[in-house]
């Protein structure tokens, strides 16, 4: 069965630095999501990604925050100077399609910041 | 302000029994629902979902309910075991909102022996 793959599955960074997480979508889908959960709480969600472009995003998803997809398989969320506050898990959604469908998650990357 | 919540943060079962975790929403304009199961260490994962023109949907060992009137949603879970031990997430779309799922807290489950 196809599934979304996220790499690594920990990261751990310091304070200022710059990480990349990567993630693989299922690979006929055209809908990329990034959402976010801190240890405990709910699933938040970061950004939509349609179309080589940014379809939605949250308040979160301030301009410390960008994504990409560099090339036909994957699809990557940087965060640019990381705060003690971005601690959590980060995962990488994919659709065929909006509307009445299931989105299929990726087991997710946990990042902690020193 | 606008939420999709649960009633319960914990629910501890038999296994063997049924289970029923609620979850309350607030926007009526929201017109798909999902409820997601997460265990430790994993992504969520897909377990049933429901159109707003539907009130009842049913899977295997797994119905979903949703009462408009009242904006409620549930998941009931038929002769629950012990893998079905999690947290268990709502989850919906919202109309004319593109594909973004809007989470609730959360309710965990606990399945004794």
């Known amino acids: 069965e196809p599934e979304v793959t996220q790499t690594p599955s920990h990261q751990v960074t310091q304070m200022g630095q710059e990480v990349i997480l990567r993630c693989v979508p299922i690979?006929?889908?055209?809908?990329f999501y990034w959402y976010r959960q801190i240890l405990g709480q709910k699933v938040e969600f970061l950004v939509s990604?349609?179309?080589?472009?940014?379809?939605?995003k949250s308040e979160i998803f301030d301009d410390q925050f960008s994504v990409e997809r560099p090339d036909g398989s994957n699809f990557t969320l940087k965060i640019r100077s990381t705060k003690l506050e971005d601690s959590a898990m980060y995962f990488c959604?994919?659709?065929?399609?909006?509307?009445?469908?299931?989105?299929?998650f990726g087991p997710g990357t946990r990042l902690t910041v020193l | 302000g606008e939420s999709v919540g649960l009633h319960l943060p914990t629910l501890s079962v038999q296994e063997g029994d049924n289970s029923i975790i609620n979850c309350a929403y607030s926007?009526?304009?929201?017109?798909?629902f999902i409820w997601y199961k997460q265990e430790s260490g994993k992504g969520p994962q897909f377990i049933i979902d429901?159109?707003?023109?539907?009130d009842k949907r049913q899977g295997q060992r797994v119905t979903v309910l949703l009462n408009k009137t009242v904006k409620h949603l549930s998941l009931q879970i038929a002769a629950t075991q012990p893998g079905d031990s999690a947290v268990y997430f709502c989850?919906?779309?919202?109309?004319?909102?593109?594909?973004?799922?809007?989470f609730g807290q959360g309710t965990e489950l606990s399945v004794k022996p």
């Open positions: 429901i159109r707003s023109n539907m």
């Open positions: 959604a994919s659709d065929r399609e909006e509307g009445y469908n299931e989105q299929f």
């Open positions: 690979s006929n889908h055209l809908y």
């Open positions: 926007n009526s304009a929201s017109d798909y």
């Open positions: 989850a919906e779309r919202r109309n004319n909102q593109g594909g973004k799922l809007i």
């Open positions: 990604f349609y179309n080589n472009e940014i379809s939605e």
